[in-house]
């Protein structure tokens, strides 16, 4: 009996702190269709100048800010291939689209505190620069 009160417990607790965290989650899902909309891919291509260094950097803020699902990235992505964006730019792109996400950072603020999410933030933006560059280099050398 008492195994039940405390599962009752845990999902009163878990059940609370998402109802707390609604407000916060419905925010993002809003911005996150916002950008989906209205970031067309002809405003994301006049933001590169065929700098591969600047280029990645350009494409790892893009896609934090840009957040969104993978399966729209690979399709983004293939889009701006096609534009001409350098591969460099374009795997910072997908790589951040999917794990920087500073639509949500309130949100991971409020769950795991400011200094995590900070170090968190810094470490994958960084991490995504330096795995975008090895990428493309590693894909080139194959290709060769």
């Known amino acids: ?7 009752k417990e845990a999902f009163n607790k878990a059940l609370k702190g998402f109802i707390s965290m609604l407000p916060m989650l419905l925010a993002i899902i809003l911005l996150l269709g916002i950008f989906d909309t209205y970031i067309t ?3 994301l291509a006049s933001f590169f100048i065929d700098n591969n260094f600047i280029d990645t950097i350009t494409g790892t803020l893009m896609g934090g800010v840009l957040t969104g699902n993978p399966m729209v990235s690979y399709i983004l ?3 701006l ?5 350098s591969l460099f730019a374009v795997t910072a ?4 689209w999917v794990t920087l996400g500073v639509v949500q950072l309130p949100a991971e603020v409020e769950i795991f505190g400011l200094r995590f999410t900070f170090y968190r933030t ?5 991490t995504t620069i330096l795995v975008s560059i090895a990428t493309v280099l590693t894909v080139n050398w194959i290709l060769l």
């Open 1 to 7: 009996m008492k195994e039940k009160n405390n599962i």
């Open 41 to 43: 891919k002809k405003i």
């Open 77 to 79: 992505s293939g889009e």
């Open 81 to 85: 291939t096609t534009a001409g964006i």
């Open 93 to 96: 792109f997908i790589l951040s």
């Open 122 to 126: 810094l470490f994958t933006f960084i």
